[in-house]
């Protein structure tokens, strides 16, 4: 496949996720599905007045919408969308990813702080607390998977899925990995830092217009890049009988960003201290585990 | 049409582009109902669909639904929701044509059921063809205005803080109330200016007063001699406070033994300082001050004193802890007669003492160590540090210290560390609340420190136009309370027939029970839908709101509620979340008075604190030097200081047996009396702290505490408790029927209890089936003179509500109602204290307090 | 693709996302300005005036997380590395490994006994 065409299908593929994403979660929100949706609530935020909230800090304001959405374009062009097209084959792509994805929390705490208010700081610094909580079962999970295809190319650990996809060789892992992905995502039941009935909207309250645009459509872009890791992680990435990668990787994608909304419908927001508390006492245990188990079969 | 839109569009000319996004845009309804979702969803007959959602703040919406009529108070605070949404926004009164301070509405629609069918049109209309136009007009009503500039003012003030630029801007909150308080004796005395050590004084007193104090003013002297004294004489014995002492006293035959003790005392003082941590009320006079004033050897004496003191005091002292302030008080009478006195350096030290916190030690500790001259500097920089906040702060200069500076005056939080707190309010509307229900918190970082719900915003005012003819009072009760109407309605129906009627049989019917109890369905739907969102659960909400709007339409399937509330029961997770942290309000309640004083006191602490703070590291100081093993000591306090709970105390083992000691319990201080005073009072300290987490443990504990008589309705229930009044009611004794009730006394067993209360109300309802008939005809007969009084009880869905009210010649002279929700919210403070933020609102909201029945 | 292609693309997606961010902010620029209002500026707190700035000595109940964590995301450093090269050098790497993990996972352990696993 030409680079051109490549990167023609990735960028269709990354709007067309984007938008599906943004379908579905609409649908759990409202319960409807609604195609038309999604676009006139981009009219609308786009229609929308700026307002910028009395002492604000100018620097974080401004900053942290576009480090926010910034991170997660850079984490999706290193993504393996089918087999030798991807934007970037990064040599460090597993340790990318965790890198870059960090940076959700500090953008999430810069627009909290920046607005000045405390709802908004309060949910900034829960995104903190989320990010001490699910860190670690996250980054160990990863490790796990590099120490399978022995290469932090993301390329070959979807190639290295080829007998047997890491959903079963480590299910440990996937569990942990993908429970932190959504509270990266902050998707219900990991919303703390946007708990609409505790902080009325949290971190992003108080942005308007563009800034919001950039943290709303950000969001969509997260859940997208985090489902598409899910799939090249865990889901063997593009392999799949039949069909071709591209058309694989989105279908995964799409099933995982489906379940990604689906979860919040069984469980209540979960409590911060629970969160932290879990995720130390059982997940790093677990996530130890996983590495051993992982270690042992691959001696074996 | 010509004022349509006014405030609520963007400036601009409408072209083709803007024509299309507007249009578009047009279609997607946000809407943000006032005074709550609840309230709407009472005029409506289904849910939502897809025509619009609601938010949950009013940037994201674009719509203002105002439901109803409101009292001023109300309509201010939606003034100000206005006022914040961003435009394009379109302002909807249901109900009232105009409410001032809000602007003319864009569109008006009558009050009535499905007001949203005609009103969501034409709110279309205005955004799709006014959203941009040449000519709108910034909204700034005169209220919203003063109101601001108010804030303003103080905003103002705040400001100037941050340019002090010791990012601690916080404390201007607390300067400033300081300031207020303590105002005139700053200005007074020199002196006591400079033991009340904060900024927010400063910048109200005349600062150059200060500033130049170094030069020509005693106090300032004294300081400098102080710190010097300090830092010569000191430095080796390493207490500054004896070093202060020395300095201070060397001219008055102080010996130096007579210092340490004065140290010690001094720690003694701390530590009951600390325990006033616990219990305080400033305003005291304490006795030590008396003694303080005379002059040295006596002050040593009276510091030895002060020592045994607080041994015996020890468990709560309240004297102790006035100590400070009576210091600075005192400080202040003497500073007059004693210029450059260094014996009020003396008191400061002591002051510093009965506030220091003790996490601070270990702070002070390190830096004592590490700049061992330092001292000298602390105090001045202390000093300094409150007045001097103007000049620049030179006594900032060291980091570190500068740290201990900012945080002197700060409360503290259960672990003893110094931290501000946000004033912040919950409410009127806030999704996660009932409509209309405000409370106002003072959050520590995301734990309530303190809360309560705000009883002077009466949704509607209209209790104060009583209506004269008691003909009217049905109606008039009805429309007090629109989350309860039919209830309220039955309400004075039956206190109409306790009067009026010869028999005085004001006894339920069966088809009037059955009316209660599908209004308590719909009641407690409507609870569950608020409460699911601020679970954080949208199928609960969507599924309570269905449920909610067929049962409210009377095409409520009994299967299928049955089936939602039990997935709601096997819901996982949700039963850990809503019971691990046991919301004990009964038990609570006295403690947790204690504890509310303490907060209170922490806001007296700072204007103490301020005083005195500055000596804090001296105090820190001194220890290390003084006690051998202190190190350990130390430990402890730090281990102690973070408010760790009961359980701790095997895991800190060690640092006790550093100390020897066995056990933590209150008990042990009276061992304690017969070591050695110093770590005496560290111990003590450390125990007190110890006392009053053991009583938090208690709170939080799962002893089931009793909940204060007035408390009625599902809440009571929950808490195991049989009150309702149904079981008088002779058609509920005929049906067997007995109250649901649940033992956990927590969110959890509230919510079963409502859920359980939802289905046995479906039974009954079924059982009595069409032997309900119809409304009773019995008319009622209203002579139109007549004198005496009316009384009914009702089990309404939120407990109890009782009406009396008194009839003069026909006319009603007198109408008194008494609510569970008046009783409920006295319990806001005990479910939410130390309780994270997400856990106190819904601690709050499982109290299904509906603010129409407050203060109605 | 050479190592420093793929860090040039990845610069360049970096400014081609700021640049789009511009972009948008000029788009919006030219729909008209935000209306100067009394009170619009004021962050929205559920219906009330919130005066003063939010910016304090906020207490962050979770520190004790925040230093455990501190101990272990240095570890993770080092996992990357040790992972690549895990099945090349065999069972030495998982004891390495094992011995290393161990201690941390003691350290867990300790602070977990310690009653630190807990909001303060």
Redesign the interface.
């Known amino acids: 496949m030409t680079p051109f065409l490549s990167g023609f299908m990735i960028t269709l593929l990354f709007v067309g996720g984007v938008y599906f994403v943004a379908v579905l979660e609409r649908c759990s929100m409202t319960g409807n599905v609604s195609w038309s949706g999604p676009a006139r609530s981009f009219l609308l935020l ?2 929308q ?7 604000h800090d100018k620097v974080f304001f401004e900053t942290a ?2 480090l926010f ?2 991170v997660i ?2 984490t999706i ?2 993504l393996p969308f089918s087999r030798g097209s991807v ?6 792509g ?2 990318f990813i965790n890198a870059a994805l960090v940076y959700i929390m500090v953008a999430l705490l810069m627009a909290g ?1 920046a ?7 309060v949910g900034g ?1 829960r995104a ?2 989320q990010l ?2 699910y ?2 079962p996250v ?2 999970a990863l ?2 998977t ?2 399978r295809a ?3 190319f993301l390329t070959d650990i979807v190639e290295s899925q080829q007998s047997l996809w890491n959903i079963l060789y480590q299910p440990v892992g996937f569990i942990l990995f993908y429970i932190s992905a959504l509270a990266i995502a902050f998707l219900p039941p990991f919303d703390l830092p946007v708990a609409e009935g505790e902080l ?1 909207g949290g971190v992003w ?2 942005l308007t ?2 800034r919001k ?2 943290f709303r459509l950000g969001r969509l872009a997260l859940v997208l890049t985090l489902s598409v890791a899910v799939v090249v992680l865990y889901l063997g990435g593009w392999m799949g009988p039949w069909l071709p990668g591209f058309v694989w990787t989105f279908l995964k994608t799409l099933l995982v960003a489906a379940s990604f909304f689906a979860v919040g419908h069984f469980i209540p927001r979960i409590r ?2 629970h969160l ?2 879990y995720n ?2 059982y997940g ?2 677990l996530a ?1 585990y996983n ?2 188990q992982v ?2 079969v ?2 074996l | 049409m010509e004022t349509t839109m006014r405030y609520g569009a ?3 000319k409408m072209n083709f582009f ?1 024509r299309w996004m507007a249009k578009s845009a047009s279609r997607e309804l946000c809407l943000f109902p ?1 005074p709550g979702p609840d309230i709407l969803r009472i005029y409506q007959s289904g849910p939502l669909n897809g025509e619009a959602r609601l938010t949950a ?3 994201e919406a674009n719509v203002l639904l105002i439901i109803g009529d409101m009292n001023p108070d109300m309509a201010e ?2 003034a ?2 206005y ?2 949404m ?2 394009p926004r379109v302002l909807v009164l249901a109900g009232p044509k105009h409410l001032d301070p809000l602007p003319h509405p864009d569109v008006h629609v009558a009050l009535e059921k499905d007001f949203l069918q005609t009103a969501l049109p034409a709110v279309r209309e205005c955004l799709s063809s006014l959203a ?1 136009i040449d000519e ?1 007009e ?3 009503p005169e209220a ?2 003063n ?2 500039e ?3 003012k ?2 103002g003030h ?1 400001h100037h803080h ?1 340019h002090h630029g010791h990012g ?3 404390h ?2 607390h300067d400033h109330s300081q300031h207020s308080g303590h105002g005139h004796s700053h200005e007074g005395h020199d002196h006591s200016a400079h033991s009340h050590a904060d900024h927010g004084e400063h910048e109200g007193h005349d600062p150059s007063a200060h500033q130049h104090g170094n030069a020509e003013e005693g106090h300032n002297h004294d300081h400098g001699n102080h710190d010097h004294g300090h830092l010569s004489g000191h430095k080796k014995e390493g207490h500054d406070h004896s070093a202060h002492t020395h300095s201070a006293h060397e001219g008055h035959d102080h010996s130096h033994e007579d210092h340490k003790n004065h140290g010690h005392s001094h720690s003694g003082e701390a530590e009951a300082g600390e325990s006033k941590g616990c219990h305080r009320a400033s305003d005291k006079p304490g006795h030590d001050h008396g003694t303080h004033d005379h002059d040295h050897p006596q002050h040593t004496k009276h510091q030895l004193e002060g020592h045994s003191h607080s041994h015996g005091q020890q468990s709560g002292e309240k004297k102790d802890s006035h100590s400070g302030h009576d210091h600075g008080a005192h400080h202040h009478d003497h500073g007059h007669e004693q210029e450059g006195h260094e014996l009020s350096g003396h008191q400061h030290g002591e002051h510093s003492h009965g506030h220091e916190g003790h996490s601070h030690e270990e702070h002070d500790h390190s830096q004592h160590e590490e700049h061992g001259h330092e001292h000298g500097g602390h105090d001045h920089g202390h000093n300094h540090g409150g007045h001097d906040h103007g000049h620049g702060g030179h006594d900032h200069g060291s980091g570190f210290m500068s740290m201990i500076a ?2 002197k005056d ?1 409360p503290r ?1 259960t ?1 003893g ?14 999704p996660g ?1 009932p409509g209309g229900l ?1 409370l106002s918190m003072k959050l ?4 309530v420190a303190e809360a309560e719900a705000d009883q002077e915003l009466p949704s509607r005012n209209l209790l104060a136009s009583i209506p004269e003819d008691p003909a009217a009072l049905p109606e008039y009760l009805e429309a007090i309370n629109p989350m309860a109407p039919v209830t309220y309605r039955l309400l004075a129906q039956k206190a109409q027939l306790n009067f009026f009627d010869e028999a005085g049989n004001s006894a339920l019917t069966l088809y009037e029970a059955v009316l209660l109890e599908k209004e308590r369905i719909t009641s407690h739907l409507n609870w569950l839908a608020v409460f699911a969102t601020a679970l954080g659960s949208g199928w609960m909400r969507d599924q309570a709101i269905k449920h909610y709007h067929r049962f409210q339409n009377g095409i409520g399937n009994m299967e299928q509620l049955s089936g939602f509330i039990r997935r709601i029961k096997k819901m996982p997770y949700l039963k850990l979340k809503l019971s691990a942290a046991v919301h004990n309000p009964g038990g609570t309640e006295k403690h947790s008075e204690e504890a509310a004083g303490t907060h209170k006191d922490h806001h007296h602490e700072h204007n103490a604190d301020s005083h005195s703070g500055h000596c804090h590291e001296e105090s820190g100081e001194q220890k290390p030097h003084d006690h051998g093993g202190h190190e350990g000591h130390e430990h402890d306090h730090g281990a102690h200081g ?3 709970e009961h ?2 105390h095997e ?2 083992g060690h640092s006790h047996e550093g100390h020897q000691h066995g056990e933590h319990d209150h008990h042990s201080h009276e061992m304690h009396q017969h070591t050695g005073h110093e770590t005496h009072d560290h111990h003590e300290h450390v125990h007190h702290d110890h006392a009053s987490k053991d009583e938090k443990n208690k709170v939080t504990g799962a002893v089931p505490g009793q909940l204060p008589d007035d408390i009625t309705g599902p809440v009571a229930r929950a808490a195991g408790i049989e009150k309702d009044h149904r079981l008088e009611e002779a058609v509920y004794q005929q049906a067997g029927w007995t109250p649901v009730t649940a033992a956990g006394n927590n969110a959890w067993s509230r919510l079963m209890v409502r859920l359980d209360e939802i289905e046995q109300s479906l039974r009954f309802i079924e059982k009595a089936g069409n032997d309900s008939g119809k409304e009773s005809s019995r008319k009622i007969n209203i002579p139109s003179v007549g004198m005496g009084n009316g009384i009914a009880h009702i089990e309404s869905p939120r407990g109890i509500v009782t009406l009396k009210f008194h009839i003069h010649e026909g006319k009603l002279a007198h109408m008194h109602l008494t609510t569970p929700s008046v009783a409920l919210a006295g319990l806001v403070k005990p479910v939410t204290e130390q309780q ?1 933020l997400a856990d106190a609102l819904i601690a709050v909201n499982s109290l299904d307090i509906s603010p129409w029945e407050i203060n109605p | ?1 050479a ?1 420093l292609t ?1 860090y040039l ?2 610069l360049g ?2 400014i081609t ?2 640049g789009l ?1 511009w972009m ?2 000029l ?2 620029q030219s ?32 520190y004790g ?2 230093l ?2 501190l101990a ?2 240095m570890e ?1 450093a080092y ?2 590395p040790w ?6 050098v ?2 030495l ?2 004891l390495d ?2 011995v290393f ?1 161990m201690i941390l ?1 003691l350290g ?1 352990i300790y602070t ?4 630190g ?4």
Do not use: C
């Open positions: 786009f229609a007045e700026e307002i910028k909230t009395r002492k919408p576009i959405i910034g374009l850079l062009s290193i934007v970037i084959d990064l040599g460090t597993a340790l702080w607005v000045n208010g405390v709802y908004a700081m610094w903190l607390a001490i909580a860190s670690m980054v160990m490790t796990a590099v120490m022995e290469s932090m009325a309250a108080d217009g563009a645009l950039l911060h201290d932290l508390e130390w006492k790093v245990p130890l590495i051993f270690g042992v691959l001696l | 963007r400036k601009g803007r006032v703040n009013p940037r605070q939606a100000i929701v006022a914040q961003p435009r941009w709108p910034p909204y700034q919203l205005v109101e601001i108010e804030a303003g103080q905003q705040m941050h601690d801007h916080g201007g909150d900012m945080t700060l939080s672990d560390l110094p931290m501000e707190w946000s004033d912040v309010q919950f409410g009127p509307f806030h609340m405000r520590d970082g995301d734990t973070h408010g760790e359980d701790h895991g800190h994270e | 693709m190592p793929q693309l990845l997606m970096g996302t700021a961010v948008l902010y788009i919006k729909l008209g300005q935000t209306l100067d209002e009394p009170g619009k500026d004021i962050p929205a707190e559920s219906g009330n005036l919130a005066p003063k700035p939010a910016w304090l000595r906020y207490h962050v109940h979770y997380y925040a455990l964590f272990f995301d993770m996992m990357y992972a690549v090269v895990y099945r090349e065999g069972i790497a998982l490994m094992g993990l996972f867990l977990w006994t310690q009653l696993l807990k909001r303060q």
